[in-house]
């Protein structure tokens, strides 16, 4: 069936970039979708890609969708204290009902 | 900009409890979704709905029920709690078109007992 696999862990110092990886399985997919979950609260939406496109950036967000391999991933540049979080990769499962289907986290540690 | 609220933060109920979860929307959003968060398993599915009165099953439905009377409103019920359905629960709804994104709710923390 679908699924959306993502590493669970990633530690990387302030001022570094950060690089978050995701593989998903659905080549129908419409939109893949980066969303931050912040300590003890709900999922924000970071950013989206739209499936014909292979890049997106959005200020310190890069976006790169590698269809073929159904590769997504995530940039930040300048990382910093506050991107501490755990990033969830979604992918849409179609149709108008608004399913994602939705990695298991990667937890960004950002060390001083 | 959307808002899904959630009705508590935190909650704590004893085993054998019915325990209801709200979650209201002011979007006019037509989906609807619960979800719980585990550590190590990332966000499951429990239900999710497609308009008033509709419900679908998601990945984890055993153990709870859902309701929705109104279009912005969606309900969970764990008719009697258990010790493994402690938990965070999210509640997201999304419009049924676009980019399909969704909005998540700040999230339920339940311990039963």
């Known amino acids: 069936g679908e699924d959306v696999e993502q590493s669970l862990f990633l530690s990387v110092r302030e001022g570094d970039s950060s690089v978050i990886n995701c593989t998903y399985t659905?080549?129908?997919?419409?939109?893949l979708y980066w969303y931050k979950q912040e300590p003890g609260a709900g999922l924000q939406l970071l950013t989206y890609i739209f499936s014909n496109m292979d890049m997106k950036q959005d200020q310190r967000l890069t976006v790169l969708l590698n269809k073929k391999d159904k590769h997504l991933s995530l940039r930040i540049a300048d990382t910093q204290t506050g991107d501490s979080a755990i990033y969830f990769c979604a992918e849409s499962f179609g149709g108008s009902q608004g399913n994602l289907i939705f990695g298991k986290g990667t937890k960004l540690s950002v060390k001083p | 900009d959307v808002k899904v609220t959630q009705s508590s933060r935190y909650l704590v109920k004893r085993t054998g409890e019915k325990v209801f979860l709200e979650c209201v929307q002011d979007?006019?959003?037509?989906?609807m979704f619960w979800y719980r968060q585990d550590p190590g398993l990332g966000l499951r599915l429990i239900y999710f709905?497609?308009?008033?009165?509709?419900?679908e099953k998601g990945d984890i439905p055993e153990g709870y029920s859902v309701s929705r009377e109104k279009k912005e409103r969606f309900s969970l019920i764990l008719e009697s709690a258990s010790t493994n359905q402690t938990s965070m629960y999210l509640c997201?709804?999304?419009?049924?078109?676009?980019?399909?994104?969704?909005?998540f709710g700040p999230g339920t923390r339940l311990t039963v007992l």
């Open positions: 659905d080549s129908s997919s419409t939109y």
């Open positions: 709905s497609y308009d008033v009165k509709m419900k």
């Open positions: 997201a709804s999304s419009l049924g078109q676009g980019v399909g994104e969704q909005f």
């Open positions: 979007m006019d959003h037509e989906n």
